[in-house]
């Protein structure tokens, strides 16, 4: 099964797709966007860099570039193999921050998505869900420093939040909303209990 976790900056997600994957079993492959090739941890510089001045249709194409690679090498091949893959996001990413965020129109990005991917989508997605200030305290009790999108503010990670409740709510048969603003224990259990609904 191929499952992404999805949410605004420090929602949790890397360590929920951790904890995920490592309950799924040791065959479980866990991925992460951007990133997970050669060329993906590439682009994933270049996307981190502040200082690189990017329009929002490239940074899209970059994400999307990325990610078309990181299926055709290794989620296609994974699945093919019959093993199940967890990514830290995926394309609900692009459509919550380029699509609703900055601007590009939720469905249009959509349909870019499914072009880069080969349609490949999720067959969960699980949303977690926080308010971007708790998110933000979060991050700062963790001294983690800002990135690109982490430094551009409180607006752009609440109309990312809103981009999310979108996509949930247009892809009620594929996307799970937990709270992810309890301890990260309670948060993991949300995301079991969602991984074995759609198993069942
Ligand atoms: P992420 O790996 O979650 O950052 P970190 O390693 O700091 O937790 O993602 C990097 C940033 O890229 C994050 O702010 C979300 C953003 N992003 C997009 O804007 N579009 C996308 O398609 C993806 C995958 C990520």
Redesign the pocket.
């Known amino acids: 099964m191929f499952i992404a976790l999805e949410g605004v900056?420090g929602s949790g997600?890397?360590t929920q797709a951790a904890r995920l994957a490592e309950a799924l079993g040791e065959e479980t492959l866990l991925v992460?966007?951007?990133?997970g090739t050669v060329a993906g941890e590439r682009i994933?510089e270049l996307?981190?860099d502040g200082e690189v001045r990017l329009d929002p249709m490239a940074?899209?194409l970059l994400?999307?570039a990325?990610?078309a690679q990181l299926v055709a090498e290794v989620i296609r091949p994974a699945m093919e193999a019959g093993r199940d893959v967890v990514c830290?996001?995926?394309?609900d990413?692009?459509v919550?921050?380029?699509g609703s965020?900055r601007g590009l129109g939720a469905e249009r990005v959509e349909e870019l998505c499914d072009l880069a991917t080969g349609g490949l989508w999720p067959g969960l997605t699980v949303l977690l869900r926080i308010h971007p200030e708790l998110a933000a305290e979060r991050m700062d009790a963790q001294g983690?420093t800002a990135?690109?999108?982490?430094g551009e503010g409180m607006e752009l990670q609440r109309r990312v939040a809103e981009g999310y409740e979108e996509v949930a709510s247009l892809h009620p048969e594929r996307v799970r909303v937990v709270d992810a603003s309890v301890d990260p224990d309670r948060v993991h259990l949300a995301v079991m209990a969602a991984v074995a609904a759609v198993r069942a």
């Open positions: 900056d997600k890397t992460r966007e951007p990133g994933r996307l981190k940074e899209l994400f999307l990325a990610r830290d996001r995926f394309s990413s692009s919550a921050y380029q965020a983690r990135d690109r999108f982490e």
